[in-house]
């Protein structure tokens, strides 16, 4: 772990504030007498991420360090890594602890972003019956479909304003109405399904998808998909021109395109060793792939 940062912000002139586009988690903004925030925008694309208290804290500590360990050549971990924000060590702050993390948003000038909890079980072998439960009542339709919302943060391009669902929005979908009320309305923009972004984010999501059917090394429990896409380019023109291409040749003209989508693991204080296919991860992200190719396909 490193020094405090405190000296080396005053220095460099850099305010940290919280997230803006923090859609999930304790938003505890200026958090009052602690001075204690979540998440914390330091500009130049990098964040930092509240450590919690053990033993889920120094578990993802522990989870970054084994990923990003320039020693290391297990395969499952290096091919890990593209998936996950990059890490720059842990840093004290203000007495606090946090991991400095890459601003995934930080690339995009209007995004908007969704946080997917992935998997039916959401609670980790350590759980108590009660956290089991009370995991189990947050939204019972994730035991059949495998994941559920967080949070999400949509911008309007009409009113040219952002509009935050919080968990209790998430939480009051029903398996019937988590594409039209939760996918659907977070890719709409005004009459148009903002079909090219998806595009990007199921070619992502199948490259991740892959490395799980692969993996044997970790066992993921109440961590998040991180979907984002710029909300100030409308890209159904080009999506409609790549609609009969081939899966490959999507990609590469893809590549060739401004950043218009991402998808990134984040929140790993769940993750433990393994030694066999995570079927519950699976699950949810194949779910997650399923609807969001039902939404591409329905418009």
Same mark, same amino acid.
């Given at each position: 772990?490193?020094?405090?940062?405190?000296?080396?912000?005053?220095?460099?002139?850099?305010?940290?504030?919280?997230?803006?586009?923090?859609?999930?988690?304790?938003?505890?903004?200026?958090?009052?007498?602690?001075?204690?925030t979540?998440?914390?925008?330091?500009?130049?694309?990098?964040?930092?991420?509240?450590?919690?208290?053990?033993?889920?804290?120094? *578990?993802?500590?522990g989870?970054?360090?084994?990923?990003?360990?320039?020693?290391?050549?297990?395969?499952?971990?290096?091919?890990?890594?593209?998936?996950?924000?990059q890490?720059?060590?842990?840093?004290?702050?203000?007495?606090?602890?946090?991991?400095?993390?890459?601003?995934?948003?930080?690339?995009? *000038?209007?995004?908007?972003?969704?946080d997917?909890?992935?998997?039916?079980?959401? !609670?980790?072998?350590?759980?108590t019956?009660a956290?089991?439960?009370?995991?189990?009542?947050?939204?019972?339709?994730?035991?059949?479909?495998?994941?559920?919302?967080?949070?999400?943060?949509?911008?309007?391009?009409?009113?040219?304003?952002?509009?935050?669902?919080?968990n209790?929005?998430?939480?009051?979908?029903?398996?019937?109405?988590?594409?039209?009320?939760?996918?659907?309305?977070?890719?709409?923009?005004?009459?148009?399904?903002?079909?090219?972004?998806?595009?990007?984010?199921?070619?992502?999501?199948?490259?991740?998808?892959? !490395?799980?059917?692969?993996? *044997?090394?970790?066992?993921?429990?109440?961590?998040?998909?991180?979907?984002?896409?710029?909300?100030?380019?409308?890209?159904?023109?080009?999506?409609?021109?790549?609609?009969?291409?081939?899966?490959?040749?999507?990609?590469?003209?893809?590549?060739?395109?401004?950043?218009?989508?991402?998808?990134?693991?984040?929140d790993?204080?769940?993750?433990?060793?393994?030694?066999?296919q995570?079927?519950?991860?699976?699950?949810?992200?194949?779910?997650?792939?399923?609807?969001?190719?039902?939404?591409?396909?329905?418009?």
């Amino acid at each position: 772990m490193e020094d405090g940062l405190e000296n080396d912000f005053k220095k460099a002139g850099i305010v940290a504030e919280p997230l803006s586009t923090q859609v999930a988690g304790c938003h505890t903004g200026n958090a009052g007498p602690s001075n204690k925030t979540e998440m914390l925008d330091i500009g130049n694309g990098y964040v930092l991420k509240l450590i919690q208290a053990p033993p889920r804290g120094p *578990r993802e500590i522990g989870f970054y360090e084994k990923v990003f360990d320039e020693k290391t050549n297990e395969k499952d971990v290096i091919a890990l890594r593209p998936h996950l924000p990059q890490f720059y060590g842990s840093h004290v702050y203000n007495n606090f602890t946090y991991l400095k993390l890459e601003n995934i948003t930080s690339s995009f *000038r209007k995004p908007s972003v969704m946080d997917v909890k992935i998997g039916a079980i959401s !609670w980790d072998p350590e759980a108590t019956e009660a956290k089991i439960n009370q995991e189990k009542s947050k939204f019972p339709p994730a035991q059949k479909v495998g994941f559920r919302f967080a949070g999400m943060r949509v911008y309007n391009q009409e009113s040219e304003s952002f509009e935050v669902l919080d968990n209790h929005y998430c939480y009051s979908l029903t398996e019937e109405t988590i594409l039209s009320h939760g996918f659907e309305r977070f890719f709409r923009q005004g009459k148009d399904i903002q079909k090219n972004a998806i595009q990007v984010i199921l070619s992502k999501l199948k490259d991740i998808e892959q !490395w799980f059917v692969s993996q *044997r090394t970790f066992s993921f429990f109440s961590t998040s998909l991180l979907l984002v896409y710029e909300s100030s380019v409308n890209s159904i023109e080009t999506t409609q021109h790549m609609s009969c291409e081939s899966e490959n040749t999507i990609k590469r003209r893809l590549q060739d395109l401004p950043i218009i989508a991402d998808v990134r693991m984040i929140d790993f204080a769940h993750v433990f060793p393994s030694n066999s296919q995570d079927e519950n991860y699976l699950h949810g992200l194949r779910s997650v792939i399923f609807y969001l190719n039902s939404l591409l396909h329905s418009v």
